[in-house]
């Protein structure tokens, strides 16, 4: 298990720009895949980005070209870069972590409590 806290979530304009960070607990971050999902209300749980263990990353082809996952493994930390935000963005964000991954989207099974963003026109 390791524990994962967002933060970075607040209001923007839109065309603005955040970075989004989560900190993980575990010693054994480098072993773990990672992912930022986002839930508006009313609407479904869905992945935004995720990056694997050696980097390797995909994304919604909803926010292809604004959002940017990275990893800093000497801190524990998973970061979502987003730029050129837009209203339809708004949503509670997710850090998701699981151990070992073999691409695509597996399952994750270790969850922070969210960072809320808000886009205004």
């Known amino acids: 298990q390791v524990q994962l806290v967002e933060s970075g979530g607040r209001s923007v304009q839109a065309g603005g720009a955040l970075r989004l960070s989560c900190v993980a607990s575990?010693?054994?971050?480098?072993?773990?895949?990672m992912a930022w999902f986002r839930q508006a209300p009313g609407k479904e749980r869905e992945g935004v980005a995720n990056?694997?263990?050696?980097?390797?990353?995909n994304y919604a082809n909803s926010v292809k070209g604004r959002f940017t996952i990275s990893r800093d493994n000497a801190k524990n930390t998973l970061y979502l870069q987003m730029n050129n935000l837009k209203p339809e963005d708004t949503a509670m964000y997710y850090c998701a972590a699981t151990f070992g991954c073999r691409g695509g989207w597996p399952n994750y099974n270790n969850w922070g409590q969210g960072t809320q963003v808000t886009v205004s026109s």
């Open positions: 990056i694997d263990t050696v980097g390797a990353t």
């Open positions: 575990a010693s054994t971050y480098r072993f773990y895949c």
